[in-house]
């Protein structure tokens, strides 16, 4: 049996290898076999019970639990902890039949049919009296079993209701905020279009687009609206949890998560994931391959949650089913890429799911082990991983990504701009990457962290499209320049209010003096126009902003458009001005790809940021600090062909047990861990 001592069932301390178990679905006969599997691909987690509700609970009041304490005991006398989800993603027939009104709504007015997930109202009274009783029963179960280390809340939030409940609840919570409708009406320009309120009854639930004011607030009532199905959760479970001590890192206690989706834009995840302990994802790659350059800004936005490592709750193992073309990944890409998530901060990277479900609707996702209960190909894959983090299990215990740079990211400025994109390919995901990309092409760490967060410690930061520029986040990123700080702003910066309103000034709206510019206009471009300058020659594509120097002696103009749509021509595109100790760089261009490195690279060089490590094309290196200030790095190939790349140390490679002189050889998607010899 694997030794599982270093495995202490605490969230930051160990590396979790595991996948998402659906005991339910099988004999109970055949559970030995599972876990023998699961502990010869060295699992040492299994994530059950998320969907099991109408298992759980087959009538109301009814709760079957002693099938799950068994498998839960079946697992952990293999080592195998237990993750449990509360299965609100899954309310049962009966339940539904019961109160058919908890059912969501959708866009056009009808309820969503029953057998699917998340068909819930999220603000419905007879599905949170119903969450109640399930969550409530099986923590007075499970709360104190030891073998619980967490627990997940649902399952990917992502339904939207509009129901006349939820519009409402929207009116009021628009009362509440606003105080009264002449507030309302004046933050929102509702003059235009004779759009004015007289009573809240009147103020409807956003349908496709509408007044920018309302679809803004709209989303903060949803995020609260999660927010509160949340609390409700919590505040069932947590008087039965151990508490959690997370000193230094140091845990103990049961931790309480949610698996958010990455990118996805559906709430604000800052709100929600400040009453988690844990942030956690699931990773998909769906049709093709995965591009490191841009994944690892998913990794660091989940890490951003709460500032901590995360799980990676969900990947696939090899393929899944929902997508276009469902191709495998390559033999050897799924385990680079468990490992980049740990490079990155994951302590864990479970795969679902374990087996394939006979019926239901993803009977041709991968799985670890197929419908006739055998190991697939894929299974060596993972139990390769499973060997790699029994190694270095203990070696990355209480370690954390360290960053001297941090990217701003900001749900209200993303929903903004993609409401009136203005430029139809114009994305803010894709333009925060573009940032991101030349970081990560560099093996530069970053951190991507609320605009609304501390900024201490770093040496740059970025604010791609920080659309939503309002006095808190100014004054926090003055003071950030004025101590020294280097600040890129970049197109679409500065010209909003917390109402989605337009800022009365110009662009970067309160943060002009500090830019030494601003920007008179701004074009979306049917072509891309040339820019150029001392640090490269290359074109503005999708946008260009025209700026104008405020200070003339102070700013210095990078580069200049060329000849094109005759507003542009020969005005600024990109400038740097000193501010205090630091300084700031307006970038007010799209550029291209090669321009846009070498713009990034005389930046971070300027802040003296440093790269973790040089590799080769194609090979990513990160590092983890631990507690004890030991630093492990990661180098990851993500290439089909092996790589051959230098360090500048000779080192100890720990998934090998070698020692390595100062040229490190990489097999194709090759990983190795490693310590610095003396
Ligand atoms: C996730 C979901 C899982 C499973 C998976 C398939 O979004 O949380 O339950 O459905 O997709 O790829």
Redesign the pocket.
Known sequence: MRESATCDLRPVTCLHLGA?YYPEHWPEERWPEDIRLMREAGLTVARLA??AWSTLEPAEGDFHLDWLDRAISALASASIATVLGTPTAAPPAWLVEQHPDLLAVDESGRHVQFGNRCHYCVNSPQFHAATRRIVGAMVERFGSNPHVIGWQLD??YNRVCYCDRCRSLFQRYLAEKFGSLDALNAHWTTRYWSQTYSAWEQIPIPIGLHNPGLMLEFKRFVTESYRQFQRLQLDVLRPHLRPLLLVGGAGGGVWVTH?F?GWFDGFDHYALTEDLDLASW?W?VGTGHHDYLSSGAAHDLTRGFKRRNFWLM?T?PGS???SAINNMLNKGEARAMAWQAVAHGADAVLY??WRSALGGQ?QY?GTLVDPSGQPRPFYEEAQQLGRDFAAVSSLLANSAVVSEVALLNSYDSRWAIQWQRHHRDFDYVAHFNHYYRPLAARNIAADVISADTPLDNYKLVIAPALLMLNESRAARLRDFVARGGHLVLTIRCGMKDDYNALLPSRQPGPLVDLAGVEIVEYYALLDPVPVAGEWFTGTSRLWAERLRVLDETGTQVIARYGESNGWLNGHPAVTVHPHGQGRVVFVGAYLDEVSQQSLLDRITSAAGVQPVMETPVGVEARRRVTAAGEEVFIAINHERAEQLMRLPWPAREHLSGQSVGEELRLAPYGVAVLTRLA
């Open positions: 998402a998320e969907f399952n990917e698996n989706m699931d998909y969900e696939q899944v089913n929902w679902w799911q993803e996702h």
